[in-house]
């Protein structure tokens, strides 16, 4: 494969900078139930999610992230996809685990991590809604948070954690816990990140690991040409972006508006349909 995009390093893997996000093929809009349904009912089974993942794999971006216990049709599209092509697909797993101070919750999480290994994962990122429960910002820590990712490591499995709460990445390089990357939702909306753009921007750009980028245009509320050129123009050269697409033809789009902004070029697109395509401003 010519051209391919390129690429970071993270734990001694190689990973293309823009990561396969699969909001929009699991039906987690973050726009209304309508759309929710439509995305779900569109993507009920793998065939139509091939195609995607294909059209990104060919241009070199082999890494998917998502829950994958909650997600059958992406994994079996994925294990398709690496069959058709006989290329592995990278996989960044975010399971939901139970935190709970308890035996049976340690046991619990532990075999939610072991399925993450059975379910092919490459990283185990603990999800957000599990993480955010054990920070304790009066001492500024993640309490317990190393035995999960002990756990994570006994499964042959790189450590790593979702920040919906900026403050994670922040704990987690002062406490020098074993995390590998973060997740991180970042765009120029602001949407869903709890402090403003620039607080996030020099938490990324001081991470002491490389990041994960999530929601580069704010599920859908600026467009991808606004909201990748952002993206690539504030974060380091170590840092990845994830883009989530409905199917093939976004995914080719958001490849060629990224590629040009890292070149420093315009993208080459069609033009938007109107009913009137002979207007001077159309170009």
């Given at each position: ?18 990561l396969i996000g ?89 075999a939610t991590i ?70 991180q939702i970042y ?97």
């Amino acid at each position: 494969m010519d051209n391919l995009f390129p690429r970071t390093t993270v734990a001694g893997i190689s990973l293309p900078r823009m990561l396969i996000g699969t909001n929009w093929l699991a039906g987690w809009s973050h726009k209304s139930v309508a759309a929710d349904d439509r995305i779900k009912n569109h993507h009920s089974e793998s065939c139509t999610i091939i195609p995607l993942l294909e059209t990104f794999v060919k241009n070199g971006i082999d890494a998917i992230m998502a829950p994958f216990g909650r997600v059958p049709p992406i994994m079996k599209a994925a294990a398709e996809v690496e069959q058709r092509l006989g290329q592995k697909i990278i996989r960044i797993d975010t399971p939901i685990i139970n935190v709970d101070d308890s035996d049976k919750a340690r046991r619990d999480a532990e075999a939610t991590i072991r399925e993450s290994r059975e379910l092919g994962a490459d990283f185990c990122l603990i999800h957000h809604s599990s993480a955010e429960q054990l920070v304790n910002k009066n001492k500024g820590i993640i309490d317990r948070f190393s035995d999960y990712t002990t756990m994570i490591r006994e499964q042959g499995l790189i450590p790593g954690v979702t920040a919906h709460m900026p403050e994670i990445i922040v704990y987690c390089d002062e406490n020098n816990y074993d995390v590998e990357t973060y997740i991180q939702i970042y765009n120029c909306l602001g949407f869903l990140m709890q402090v403003e753009v620039e607080t996030v921007a020099a938490i990324i750009n001081n991470a002491k690991k490389p990041v994960m980028t999530i929601k580069p245009m704010a599920a859908g509320r600026v467009t991808p040409y606004i909201g990748l050129n952002f993206t690539w123009a504030t974060l380091r050269k170590c840092d990845m972006v994830t883009v989530g697409c409905f199917d093939e033809h976004e995914a080719a789009e958001v490849i060629e508006i990224s590629r040009a902004a890292l070149e420093g070029r315009f993208p080459d697109l069609e033009k938007r349909q109107s009913p009137n395509q002979e207007q001077a401003a159309f170009g």
